[in-house]
């Protein structure tokens, strides 16, 4: 199938790749020029575990291009998914701008009869909204019908997620279209979900949501559970053992960041509200993640009193591990407050880096390695569970600080093994170690 991908981020990218690696002829557009020169030289502009060998190998085998011109971009496509950002405007609503430029461009080259595919999270409706600006502007003269798809790629493993997810959604109205996007995916082995257009847009932001919930739970039952003396990682383990609950998402810590969770929770409040419904349970869910980034702060002042001039570590920055995906990384609040409070920060991230440069204000100072960012600190907080912080032997940690006081947003370390360390350890809904 000769199909075109427009969007080369995240989701496009590897779209694109995986769907060039089971045997589709693929073209990537976008309109980053930059972006396109560096995947034409065989390099990802992001990292991504096995991305850039999975796309060099499909460049190779002729299956997979890049471009930004659009006439060539569009030529020919049988499919054509929509993979561009939908950011957060001011208001918490999705930005549709970057999706409804795509439908122009794509209405201004077709030449053809197509299947434009909406892979991008968009509020549900949208994709009506899609389909009537392209066919309102080329006239009927070519059959165009519109599928859902979302995405459901976690970044960090988001190519082994594409071969192994848990389902594909497909929402359609037009029959022919469905059994063709059947078809396209049916390679990936994966049980396909079929839908109608409105609910599979709704299923993605539903899940979202559900996620996100989870893990506001699991952070206030772990600051109850710190209240009490108990710990939230025999919680979590004691409760996910109930199927019903599930294992997985219990994890206390800083709260969830990325570019997905908080603006799509934030999107659904705001179609909720545009149709008359107050979704107060997904507000609070929003509410109390904004207090969980910033709970380590509390701890350190309780620790350190006042924060002016005192040398803080930040082990990570990303907002997960294994990405280098800053957006709404918890790190930029938590950077920024300890900032404005007169700390001097020296934060490492195996990763991410370059990309917190960007995002971060430049009294920030970068550090080479982990233990390079700790030489001298009078705290460290850990914001990200990279797995080199997870294997670290703590007791080496004495090498590098006087008096090692640790505040772990990510709880990386058994309690047992800090107190081996000797070392002052406070983590999420566990009792503290001192
Ligand atoms: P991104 O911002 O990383 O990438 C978007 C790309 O689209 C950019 O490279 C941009 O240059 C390009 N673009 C914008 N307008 C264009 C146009 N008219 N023609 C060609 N290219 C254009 O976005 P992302 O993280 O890949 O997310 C894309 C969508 O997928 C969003 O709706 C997001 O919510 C959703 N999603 C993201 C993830 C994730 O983990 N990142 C997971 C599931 C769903």
């Not at 209405?107 to 299947?115: E, G, H, K, S």
């Not at 082995?189 to 609910?199: A, E, H, L, N």
């Not at 008359?276 to 620790?303: A, G, T």
């Amino acid at each position: 199938m000769k199909i075109s991908v427009v969007g080369t981020g995240y989701v496009g990218l590897v779209t694109g790749v995986c769907l060039a690696e089971i045997g589709h002829d693929v073209t990537c557009i976008d309109i980053n020029e930059n972006k396109v020169k560096l995947l034409n030289s065989g390099k990802s502009p992001i990292y991504e575990p096995g991305l850039e060998e999975l796309m060099v190998k499909n460049i190779e085998e002729k299956r997979l291009g890049f471009t930004n011109d659009l006439e060539k971009g569009y030529h020919g496509a049988e499919v054509i998914y929509i993979a561009v950002g939908t950011p957060q405007k001011e208001d918490g609503s999705a930005d549709l701008s970057f999706v409804e430029g795509v439908a122009k461009d794509i209405a201004a080259y077709l030449r053809n009869d197509t299947i434009v595919v909406v892979k991008s999270t968009v509020p549900v409706g949208t994709n009506e909204q899609v389909l009537n600006i392209i066919n309102s502007l080329i006239d009927k003269k070519y059959y165009v019908s519109i599928v859902s798809n979302p995405e459901f790629l976690r970044e960090g493993s988001a190519v082994k997620d594409t071969f192994n997810g848990d389902r594909i959604v497909i929402g359609f109205e037009d029959d022919i279209a469905g059994q063709v996007l059947e078809e396209v995916n049916k390679p990936f082995g994966i049980p396909i979900f079929k839908t109608d257009v409105r609910s599979s847009e709704m299923i993605k932001y539903a899940s979202n949501a559900f996620l996100a919930t989870k893990i506001s739970f699991i952070n206030e039952i772990a600051n109850i559970c710190e209240k009490l003396n108990a710990n939230i990682e025999d919680v979590s383990k004691g409760m996910g053992l109930d199927q019903r609950i599930g294992q997985h998402f219990l994890n206390a810590g800083i709260g969830y960041g990325g570019s997905c969770f908080p603006k799509d929770t934030k999107a659904l409040v705001q179609i909720a509200g545009e149709n008359f419904y107050d979704f107060e349970l997904l507000s609070s869910v929003i509410k109390v993640n904004s207090s969980q980034q910033l709970i380590l702060l509390e701890k350190l002042r309780d620790r350190l009193g006042n924060l002016r001039g005192k040398q803080i570590a930040l082990w990570g920055l990303a907002f997960k591990p294994n990405t280098d995906d800053m957006r709404e990384a918890p790190s930029i609040a938590i950077t920024r407050k300890l900032i404005e409070e007169g700390a001097q920060v020296l934060a490492y991230d195996p990763i991410a880096i370059d990309n917190a440069k960007h995002v971060l204000r430049k009294e920030v100072s970068y550090a080479n390695s982990f233990t390079d960012a700790i030489k001298g600190a009078d705290a460290l907080l850990i914001l990200t569970e990279w797995n080199e912080v997870k294997q670290f032997n703590l007791s080496e940690i004495h090498e590098y600080m006087a008096a090692p006081i640790i505040i772990d947003g990510r709880n990386c370390f058994e309690l047992d093994e800090a107190r081996k360390a000797n070392v002052e350890y406070y983590s999420i809904g566990r009792p503290p170690i001192t």
